[in-house]
């Protein structure tokens, strides 16, 4: 059964940093992209930043709203991805949201993991 | 590429059809998802490539379009299709979804 499970959330200052982590089970991790989703309260859902698989050097991509902050890495050992996010403003605020590129549903997330929360605020 | 969803909510009846557009900035050929959303929890994938029904998912659920006009349908709506639906592209970096449809009880 696949399972993606995210944890790091927490409080944190504006200014300060904050490292998320995925751990994925039940498939083969290193086959597949990963990516890192989040919604901030009532509002709808942003794409955060993208680990390409082992085929392809994992390899990376990221939105421009966290391009330069944010960080998207892959621990091969334990199966988990890792967002390291930096200079965390008030708008970071929101649910993290772990995810599974699908190998064959047309480049959609086919997993996503419960999700972490993580809030902005002094 | 900005996607528009319409309408960004709406309230419907059970057995209801109900339709929900998403528009692109520009072409995506058929690189469109759409998920559905329950308070609380995380995004449920229901149709990849614009018309293709998940596995798992209600032959309700339709999804049409190409290009950049989109659209999902669910054909007769049940009470557990009370949710946030949310269009999402995969053409282009970055990513974009649309702003979400919220359904709800009429």
């Known amino acids: 059964e696949v399972q993606l499970v995210e944890s790091g959330g927490g409080l944190v200052q504006p200014g300060g940093s904050l490292r998320l982590s995925c751990a994925a089970s039940?498939?083969?991790?290193?086959?597949?992209?990963m990516d890192w989703v989040r919604q901030a309260p009532g509002k709808g859902l942003e794409w955060l930043a993208r680990s390409r698989n082992r085929a392809n050097s994992y390899s990376t991509e990221y939105a421009p709203s966290v391009r330069g902050r944010f960080t998207i890495s892959r621990d091969e050992s334990m199966d988990s991805v890792h967002l390291q996010m930096n200079s965390l403003e008030t708008e970071d605020t929101a649910m993290y949201f772990c995810?599974?590129?699908?190998?064959?549903?047309?480049?959609?997330?086919?997993?996503w993991g419960r999700g972490t929360m993580v809030t902005v605020s002094s | 590429i900005q996607l528009t969803q319409s309408p960004s909510s709406l309230s419907a009846s059970i057995g209801d059809r109900v339709t929900i557009t998403c528009r692109a900035s520009?072409?995506?050929?058929?690189?469109l998802t759409w998920y559905q959303q329950k308070p609380g929890k995380a995004p449920r994938l229901l149709i990849y490539?614009?018309?293709t029904l998940q596995t798992g998912v209600p032959s309700r659920f339709s999804g049409s379009g190409s290009g950049t006009d989109f659209t999902l349908t669910i054909s007769t709506l049940q009470p557990e299709d009370f949710a946030t639906y949310h269009c999402q592209q995969h053409d282009d970096y970055p990513l974009t979804f649309g702003g979400g449809t919220k359904v709800e009880i009429k």
């Open positions: 520009q072409g995506v050929r058929s690189y």
């Open positions: 039940g498939f083969i991790f290193s086959d597949y992209y």
């Open positions: 490539g614009a018309s």
């Open positions: 995810s599974r590129r699908s190998m064959a549903s047309a480049y959609a997330f086919d997993f």
